[in-house]
C-alpha cells in the first residue's frame, strides 16, 4: 500500500512540475496551448524523461528521415533555454505540425484561397503515437496519403542518390534529329539514362532510334512536344541538374500538405492544361483544358480555388466582364465595325439595347465603360454550348469552346482566367449521372435554347497548381507560368513556421 501511495505522489508531482514549467515558460514556446493539450491529454506525464531515452532517441531518428521530405533536420532541434522536457515537445509539435498543413499558410500567400483545411487530428494522433510507444510512425501517418506525395518522396529519393554527379550546361548549336552526330549527343544519352527516359547507356555520338524514343519519353513529360528532335526546349530540361530538380519535388511536396484528401472531384492542374474526374482512387475522365494567360504584359492566371459543379448551363448566353470588354472586344470593333454583329454580340447600357454603330469606340477604356456586352448562344459563343457553374470570389468557371483546334497545343495558357475543357460533353453526362443519354443531351444542344441542368451530383472542383506529378507511372515536370513555385520558394526560405 505504501509503495502504490509513493508511485501516486511521484506521478503527482512530476504531472504538477510539467504544468508548472509550461505556465513559467509559456511566452517563450512556439505552441504553448498545444503543448498544454498534449501534455492535458498525457496526464501531465513526462515524455522525454532524460537525455538517451527512447523518444528521445526515436525523434532523433525521424529528424534523419525529414530531407526526401523537403524539411530540414535543423529546424526542428530542440531550442535551448528551455527544459529539456519541453524544448523537445515544443519541437516534435512544430514538426507535426508542419507535416500535415504545411510550413506555410496557402491564404498568406495566394489571395482568395479557398480549399478547405483539414481537421485538425495532429494533437489527438500525437498523444496516441506517444501512449503506444510508436511515435516513430510520426512520419507516415501525418504526411498526405495521396499517391503522388509518396512518388514524389520517391524521386526526391532517388534524385539525392545522383545530385552528387557533375551535371555542367549543354550548348546546342542546332537542332538534333534522327541520324544526326555530334559530341553533346553521348552527355544527352547518359543524363536520359540516369533520369529514366533510356533503358540502356552505351556511349554513342549517334543519334539513333533507341535516343529518340527516350527523348520522345522525356518530352512528354515535360510537357514539350515530343517530337524526338533536341530543341531549345529539350535542353533546358535536360540541363537541370538532380539538385534543382530536388528543389521542385519539395515545393510541390509541400503543396500536397495544405490539401485535403480528394476522394472525388473535378481536378485541373494549371501548369499541365489538364483535367481529372476522380472517384475514389478512379480515373473517369481526362481532359485536356486552356487555362488563363501567363503573359508578362496581360497576366490573367487561373486561380487556386475550391469549389462544387452547382449548374450546368446548355446553349449559355455570355455576360461578357468589363476588363474583357474593354482589353479584348474593343480592339476587334476598332478593327472591324461588323465584328460584333458577326459573332452574336449585343450591347445594353441601362437595360436598354443599343446600335453599336451609334458608339464612340474611340474614346472607350476598362475605367470608362458604360455598356453591357452579351453574346447570344449560338456555335460562335466564346463559352462554346457548356457551362459549369461554381461559385467563388473570381467569377471563374468551366467551360466548352468553339476554338477545339486550340487544343492541339501542347502550352494553352491563353484564356482570361476561365477553364476550356475538351471534353464538356463528357463533362456533362458524368455530372448527370446517368440521368441524361448523350443523345438527349445532344437533341437540347442542337435545339439552341438556353437551359440550366441541375447535376445529379455536386462534384466538388480542385484547381491546384503542380509543377511535378505523377502521371502513368512516370514523374512529370511543369514549367512554373505563374511563378508561384518562386513565390513559395521565398516564402518557405524563411523556415519554419
Not at 96 to 113: H, N, S
Not at 230 to 239: P, S
Not at 294 to 314: A, H
Amino acid at each position: 500500500m505504501a509503495t502504490h501511495l509513493f508511485i501516486f505522489l511521484l506521478l503527482l508531482s512530476i504531472a504538477f512540475a510539467v504544468e508548472r514549467d509550461i505556465k513559467l515558460y509559456w511566452n517563450r514556446l512556439k505552441n504553448p496551448q498545444k503543448i498544454y493539450q498534449l501534455y492535458r491529454s498525457l496526464g501531465f506525464s513526462t515524455i522525454w524523461n532524460a537525455e538517451g531515452s527512447k523518444n528521445i532517441m526515436a525523434y532523433h531518428r525521424l529528424l534523419e528521415k525529414l530531407r526526401v521530405h523537403g524539411l530540414k533536420e535543423e529546424d526542428y532541434l530542440p531550442k535551448e533555454g528551455l527544459p529539456l522536457e519541453l524544448a523537445y515537445t515544443d519541437s516534435l509539435i512544430r514538426l507535426a505540425y508542419d507535416l500535415y498543413y504545411g510550413r506555410v499558410e496557402p491564404k498568406r500567400l495566394f489571395g482568395g484561397w479557398t480549399i478547405p483545411r483539414k481537421p485538425d487530428i495532429v494533437i489527438s494522433l500525437l498523444s496516441e503515437l506517444i501512449k503506444e510507444d510508436r511515435l516513430e510512425e510520426l512520419i507516415d501517418r501525418l504526411s498526405p496519403p495521396h499517391k503522388d506525395y509518396k512518388r514524389l518522396v520517391e524521386e526526391a529519393e532517388y534524385l539525392e542518390e545522383i545530385s552528387s554527379i557533375e551535371w555542367k550546361s549543354i550548348r546546342l548549336n542546332r537542332e538534333l534529329g534522327l541520324g544526326d552526330k555530334s559530341p553533346c549527343l553521348d552527355e544527352i544519352r547518359f543524363r536520359l539514362f540516369l533520369l529514366g527516359d533510356l533503358e540502356d547507356y552505351k556511349p554513342s555520338y549517334v543519334f539513333d532510334k533507341e535516343l529518340e524514343r527516350a527523348v520522345k519519353r522525356f518530352q512528354e513529360r515535360h510537357g514539350i512536344n515530343p517530337t524526338g528532335k533536341i530543341g531549345q526546349a529539350t535542353i533546358k530540361w535536360l540541363n537541370l541538374s538532380p539538385a534543382e530538380r530536388l528543389k521542385i519535388i519539395h515545393l510541390n511536396l509541400e503543396k500536397y500538405r495544405w490539401l485535403p484528401e480528394i476522394v472525388q472531384g473535378i481536378i485541373v492542374n494549371i501548369p499541365s492544361f489538364e483535367m481529372h474526374v476522380v472517384k475514389d482512387g478512379t480515373v473517369l475522365l481526362h481532359s485536356k483544358v486552356i487555362v488563363g494567360r501567363s503573359y508578362k504584359e496581360d497576366f490573367r492566371p487561373t486561380p487556386m480555388l475550391y469549389s462544387r459543379v452547382e449548374s450546368i448551363t446548355i446553349n449559355p448566353k455570355w455576360y461578357v466582364p468589363v476588363s474583357i470588354s474593354a482589353k479584348d472586344i474593343v480592339p476587334k470593333v476598332k478593327k472591324d465595325p461588323q465584328f460584333l454583329s458577326k459573332k452574336g454580340f449585343k450591347v445594353y447600357m441601362n437595360g436598354q439595347e443599343i446600335d453599336p454603330s451609334s458608339i464612340n469606340w474611340e474614346g472607350l477604356s476598362e475605367e470608362n465603360f458604360p455598356y453591357r456586352l452579351v453574346q447570344e448562344a449560338g456555335p460562335k459563343n466564346a463559352l462554346g454550348r457548356i457551362k459549369f457553374n461554381l461559385p467563388n470570389p473570381f467569377d471563374v468557371y468551366l467551360h466548352d469552346t468553339p476554338d477545339k483546334h486550340l487544343f492541339k497545343r501542347h502550352r494553352r495558357d491563353f484564356s482570361s482566367g476561365c477553364i476550356r475543357i475538351e471534353k464538356a460533353k463528357e463533362l456533362a453526362l458524368l455530372l448527370l449521372d446517368g440521368d441524361w443519354s448523350r443523345e438527349r443531351l445532344e437533341r437540347l444542344i442542337n435545339a439552341g435554347e438556353t437551359a440550366s441542368l441541375k447535376p445529379k451530383n455536386r462534384m466538388p472542383v480542385f484547381i491546384l497548381y503542380f509543377t511535378a506529378f505523377e502521371k502513368d507511372g512516370l514523374i512529370n515536370y511543369r514549367e512554373d507560368i505563374y511563378e508561384y513555385d518562386r513565390i513559395l520558394s521565398k516564402a518557405l526560405s524563411g523556415g519554419p513556421r
